[in-house]
């Protein structure tokens, strides 16, 4: 019987990244009109518990919609591709993608597996799980912002390519050049051959995609406006959190659900471990998130300008463009 493979853990933040980080974004989303947040502060452990709440919602279709077609299409992208390795992108607890590693592992080629995310503990965790789960598996996870260490990714081994895998729509949280750029790249930071599995969330009803991310429990609300709460725990500020309402809309012209918190009131806020002081107008909005939805043809197209070729596609509508979501098979020429 195979011995578990102890996992390695390569750290490329810094200890005070988080709070550097967090100061510079404040400074610059707060400190210019129009005010805005980026979403990665959604996510302290308040938010994440708030987020995992939110995939079970029953307004929710994303998480599970895309699970269905891992569950269904799995041993079909495992046969697409020549991969050995997997990469995984803002990996957190690596759940949904073990499906994918069980493909892998019953095609008997699974050799190496490599989550990336910014949240150490929760990293170490999986590493370990799946090291136990898998055994002669390769973890080697890395502690990093994957829109800024890519370059780090372990090279490719000489018995097959490099799968990345990048789950949940996350792409659609970028703004259209914080995509282009993170998907040069990411195409850069690969050799021709290696692939990528690119998660998306599609265009729909809008009716569907507000009622998402309006849930009747308010739960989405409460994830949002933790967003302030991150705000006053680490850096001193007195934001109000009941001066705000919650404002989710369907940006039409740039398909995208956009969420934002609004001032209720004039108010002057004070942002002391940033060094800023904020003074609000009534109805003044602070965008805490983004969420694009996509055509498949567009992504492929996007895909294509970074260096990549689609190789296949898989929704939950088995082919006919009324899928709620998509898995894409990309690989680098």
Not at 10 to 21: I, K, Q, T
Not at 23 to 32: F, N, Q, S, W, Y
Not at 186 to 199: F, H, I, K, R, V
């Amino acid at each position: 019987m195979t011995s578990p493979v102890e996992p390695t853990v390569s750290v490329l933040l810094d200890a005070d990244w988080a709070s550097g980080s967090l100061v510079d974004d404040v400074r610059r989303g707060l400190g210019a009109r129009p005010l805005s947040l980026p979403p990665k502060w959604l996510y302290d452990d308040e938010g994440s518990r708030l987020f995992d709440e939110i995939t079970r919602l029953p307004e929710y279709y994303p998480t599970e919609t895309e699970r269905a077609i891992l569950v269904r299409h799995a041993r079909d992208v495992v046969a697409a591709c020549d991969a050995t390795t997997v990469v995984e992108l803002g990996s957190g607890t690596s759940d949904k993608t073990r499906m994918l590693l069980d493909a892998f592992a019953s095609a008997g080629r699974l050799e190496r597996f490599v989550p990336v995310d910014v949240a150490e503990q929760t990293l170490r965790e999986a590493a370990d799980m799946l090291s136990r789960r898998y055994p002669g598996l390769a973890v080697q996870a890395l502690v990093g912002d994957f829109t800024l260490h890519l370059a780090h990714l372990p090279a490719r081994t000489e018995t097959g390519s490099r799968m990345v895998a990048f789950l949940g729509s996350t792409i659609g949280n970028l703004y259209v050049e914080e995509r282009r750029a993170f998907l040069g790249a990411l195409a850069d930071s690969l050799e021709p051959g290696d692939w990528l599995l690119l998660g998306t969330d599609l265009v729909k009803p809008v009716d569907r995609l507000v009622a998402a991310y309006h849930d009747a429990s308010g739960t989405t609300e409460a994830f949002v406006r933790n967003s302030l709460r991150v705000l006053n725990r680490e850096l001193g500020a007195d934001f109000d959190l009941g001066a705000f309402s919650y404002v989710p809309f369907w940006d039409g012209a740039m398909e995208r659900m956009d969420l934002r918190l609004r001032s209720e009131a004039p108010q002057h806020v004070r942002i002391p471990g940033a060094d800023l002081e904020l003074d609000l107008a009534l109805g003044e909005e602070i965008r805490v998130e983004i969420s694009t939805k996509f055509r498949t043809h567009l992504i492929a197209e996007e895909l294509t300008d970074a260096g990549f070729g689609v190789e296949r596609v898989w929704d939950d509508g088995d082919g006919v463009p009324t899928g709620d979501f998509a898995l894409t098979l990309a690989r680098r020429r």
